[in-house]
C-alpha cells in the first residue's frame, strides 16, 4: 500500500525481518542527573515501534540526539532507553556503537520481538550536520558510506519514521533507500497525511500564527501560505512582528532595532515590504506591545512604545484581538510564541494565543520547537488537533519544499517494488 508515492507500513510482511528503523527522539536532556526532560517525540515514535515489535519484527533503532554544530544536547542515547521500556511496557536493549562489531553482532543475536537502540548516529562522521552542509553527497554517494554498507547488509528493509528530521540530507535518513525495500513508519505517515491537508484544503477561515526567533523560517513559510491562498489571516508576534512593524514604518525603539540588527535580521525588513504591501489585509500587527522595567511588566500601544525597552511580548488588546480570530477559525496553525514565554513577565501573550487555540472548535495543528515546548508548559496538549514533532522539516514542507527523506522513500518505492 502506498501514500503519496510512498510504502506504508501495510505493505510488507515483517514477521521473522530485520527491520532498520530511524526515528527521531532529540530530547531536552538534563546532563547532570542523566535524564530526558521531554518526551514529546519518543511518545510519538512508539506506536510504530510497538507495531513492528507485535508483528515479529528484530527492531534495530536508530536516532540521532543533538547537534554536532552547537553541542546542544549532544549526547548519548543511553537516557533514552528506560523512557522507551516504560512506554513499550518491554525490554529495550542497547549498544553503546552503532555500526562497529558490537553493534553488528548484536543486531545479528536479535530475535523475532526484540527491540535494540543504536547509540547516537551522530557519533559518526558522515551523520554529522557539518559533514551534510560540507560534502553534500548525493543519496547514491550517501548508500557508500561507513554506516549504511556496515548496517544495510544485516537488515531486510527499512522503516523512516523521522519526519521531523525529513529535511536532513544524511546517510541513515536518505542512504538505506537506496539499498533496501523501504516505508515510512506510523508517525511519519500521520505528520505527512496532516500537513499535506493543511496546505491542500484545510477548512476555511485558516488562520496561521507565526511567531517566534527563527525568522528566515517565519518570513518563508509567510510568503508560502499567502502566495498559495493558505492563509486567509496570519497572526504575527515575537520578533517576527517586530520586524513587520518596522517594515510597515511604525518605530520599534532602538533597542529592539538593535536587537534585530546584531542577530542580522534586518535585511528581512526590506524582505517584509513586499509582503505587507501585497497581503496587507491578511497580515495582522500587534496593536501593543509589552517591556519590562525592573523586572516588572509594562504596556503600550504601537505609535507610542519606549524606545529604550526591549519588546518582549504582545499586548492584552492584542491578545484578546487574536483570540477571537482563533475562535472563530477552522483551521489553525501555529509555529512560534508571541514572546520571551519562559518568564512569568513576558509570557502572558502566548499563554492567552495558546488557551485560545485550546478554546477552539477549530482544527489546531501546532508546528515544532519552541511551540511544542509552550504547549507541554500549559498542560493543553489533549486539546490540540495535532502536535506535529517535526520543527525544521515542517517549517521546509509548508515552504513548498521537497523533503530530501521524502525523495529517497518514493525513490525505494521504485527501486524495491512491495506489491
Request: charged share 25%; aromatic share 8%.
Amino acid at each position: 500500500m502506498k501514500k503519496f508515492g510512498i510504502y506504508t507500513l501495510d505493505s510488507l510482511d515483517v514477521s521473522g525481518k530485520t527491520v532498520l528503523l530511524r526515528v527521531d527522539i532529540n530530547e531536552p536532556i538534563d546532563r547532570a542527573a542523566d535524564k530526558i526532560t521531554d518526551d514529546t517525540r519518543i511518545r510519538g515514535c512508539v506506536p510504530t515501534i510497538q507495531e513492528l515489535r507485535d508483528r515479529g519484527a528484530k527492531v534495530v533503532v536508530m536516532a540521532h540526539q543533538g547537534s554536532d554544530i552547537e553541542y546542544k544536547n549532544y549526547y548519548t542515547l543511553r537516557p533514552h532507553v528506560s523512557v522507551l521500556e516504560q512506554l513499550l511496557g518491554s525490554e529495550v536493549k542497547f549498544i553503546a556503537d552503532v555500526c562497529g562489531p558490537a553493534a553488528q553482532d548484536a543486531i545479528r543475536s536479535l530475535q523475532p520481538g526484540e527491540v535494540l537502540l543504536l547509540d547516537n548516529v551522530r557519533f559518526m562522521a558522515e551523520e554529522q550536520t557539518l559533514f551534510e552542509r560540507s560534502l553534500k553527497l548525493t543519496h547514491e554517494q550517501q548508500a557508500d558510506t561507513l554506516v549504511v554498507r556496515t548496517l544495510a547488509p544485516l537488515a531486510d528493509c527499512y522503516v523512516c519514521d523521522a519526519f521531523a528530521a525529513a529535511h536532513r540530507d544524511q546517510p541513515t535518513l536518505c542512504g538505506f533507500e537506496q539499498r533496501l525495500p523501504s516505508m515510512m513508519g506510523r508517525l511519519f505517515e500521520k505528520e505527512y497525511s496532516v500537513i499535506s491537508s493543511l496546505m491542500e484544503a484545510p477548512d476555511r477561515p485558516c488562520v496561521f500564527v507565526l511567531g517566534g526567533a527563527k525568522i528566515a523560517d517565519a518570513f518563508m513559510m509567510m510568503q508560502t501560505v499567502l502566495d498559495r491562498g493558505i492563509a486567509d489571516k496570519v497572526l504575527s508576534g515575537g520578533v517576527v512582528a517586530n520586524i513587520l512593524l518596522a517594515a510597515k514604518g511604525e518605530n520599534i525603539g532602538e533597542a529592539s532595532l538593535g536587537f534585530i540588527k546584531k542577530q542580522g535580521y534586518d535585511g528581512f525588513i526590506e524582505t517584509a515590504k513586499p509582503l505587507l504591501e501585497k497581503y496587507g489585509e491578511k497580515i495582522v500587527l500587534p496593536a501593543d506591545l509589552a517591556y519590562t522595567e525592573e523586572g516588572k511588566r509594562g504596556e503600550a500601544m504601537v505609535g507610542s512604545l519606549p524606545g529604550d525597552k526591549m519588546l518582549v511580548d504582545i499586548g492584552a488588546k492584542t491578545a484578546a484581538a487574536y483570540r477571537e480570530a482563533i475562535l472563530g477559525a477552522k483551521t489553525v496553525f501555529v509555529n512560534g510564541p508571541m514572546g520571551i514565554f519562559e518568564k512569568e513577565e513576558t509570557e502572558f501573550g502566548t499563554r492567552a494565543v495558546w488557551q485560545a487555540l485550546a478554546d477552539t472548535e477549530g482544527y489546531t495543528v501546532v508546528g515544532g520547537g519552541d511551540s511544542v515546548t509552550a504547549t507541554n508548559k500549559y498542560g493543553l496538549g489533549p486539546q490540540m488537533g495535532y502536535i506535529c514533532t517535526g520543527g525544521g522539516a515542517l517549517i521546509r514542507f509548508l515552504s513548498g519544499e521537497e523533503l530530501p527523506v521524502v525523495r529517497a522513500l518514493r525513490h525505494a518505492a521504485q527501486a524495491f517494488p512491495l506489491d
